[in-house]
């Protein structure tokens, strides 16, 4: 069964760094882009930071400078470095990846379960 599994969470002081990690695990032919999502309540999932296979990488204007975005192909990983915290980078913060389950297959995207980020003092 493939599945994303989060980790690293919590709650941090404005100004504090946390880093998220994000593990696929299953049968998995090959990952294509990976992308950190966040949802605050009463607002829409927005992308946070996205990654190619080859590293190319994005941010949402919120975040440049302050987050970095890192995968390890081996060991398909990927990893959100998050410095100088802010209370509105409070949220629900999800992993998801294209995956490709099998040579010559579809891609599809597969979630995380979410990991709450709380920035407060």
């Known amino acids: 069964q493939v599945q994303l599994a989060e980790s690293g969470g919590g709650l941090v002081q404005p100004g504090g760094s946390l880093r998220l990690s994000c593990a696929a695990s299953g049968s998995i032919f090959r990952i294509n882009r990976m992308g950190w999502y966040r949802q605050a309540p009463g607002k829409q999932r927005e992308l946070v930071a996205a990654i190619t296979r080859g590293g190319s990488t994005n941010y949402v204007d919120s975040v440049k400078g302050r987050f970095t975005i890192s995968r390890d192909n081996a060991k398909n990983t990927v990893a959100l470095q998050m410095n100088s915290l802010k209370p509105e980078d409070t949220a629900v913060y999800y992993c998801?990846?294209?995956?490709?389950?099998?040579?010559?297959?579809?891609?599809?995207?597969?979630w995380g379960q979410g990991t709450q980020v709380t920035v407060s003092s």
């Open positions: 998801k990846a294209g995956l490709i389950l099998v040579l010559g297959g579809l891609e599809y995207d597969y």
